[in-house]
């Protein structure tokens, strides 16, 4: 009977630690000095970067990449998701940013409990992005920072955060 009690004690918790949702959020990495231009692609350094993370979330096993329209967050996610073999898709911006950042957290949230999900934003929606899915303390992102990765985790109603860096160090 303890050990039936001790299996089934064992089996709840495991099943119950595998039921955290994961969620990456990185901003786009850097871009080609473009004036004028509103959707610029990535730098060779933005390319760079875009490499390294997929190397850094080599084990992270994305089952959804979201991302903006916007070119240069498809090129960042890009290696990430052919390495995973995991769908990618584009959040519209119609509405503007505060439309885009409930479109995304409602995104992830109906995603499985167990989901992992990497989201590719910009320096104004990735802090709101991580407000949005339950963590307050989300610093806002200056325009030269490039290397912050935020991931989360979600479960019942907890959010637990580690926010790291990643690739070259940024500028700012």
């Known amino acids: 009977m303890k050990r039936l009690l001790l299996a089934t004690a064992v089996s709840l918790l495991t ?9 990456y959020i990185v ?3 850097e871009k080609v000095d473009a004036p004028g231009n509103p959707d ?10 875009a490499a390294v993370l997929a190397d850094a979330l080599r084990d992270a096993h ?9 070119q240069r967050t498809i090129q960042t996610a890009a290696p990430t998701a052919d390495y995973h073999s995991a769908p990618s898709e584009a959040v519209s911006l119609d509405g503007g940013g505060a439309a885009h950042v409930a479109a995304t957290v409602a995104r992830v949230r109906a995603l499985p ?20 899915l339950g963590y307050a303390e989300a610093a806002d992102m200056p325009e030269c920072e490039y290397d912050r990765m935020t991931r989360l985790t979600l479960e019942g109603g907890s959010v637990m955060a580690v926010v790291s860096r990643y690739g070259a160090a940024s500028s700012c």
């Open 113 to 132: 409990a167990d989901a992992t999900v990497l989201i590719v934003g910009h320096s104004n929606t990735v802090p709101l992005i991580a407000r949005g």
């Open 62 to 70: 994305p089952v959804l990449v979201l991302t903006s329209p916007l």
């Open 40 to 49: 610029p692609a990535l730098s060779e350094a933005g390319q760079a970067r």
């Open 15 to 23: 099943a119950t630690s595998a039921m955290a949702q994961t969620v």
């Open 27 to 29: 901003r786009h990495a």
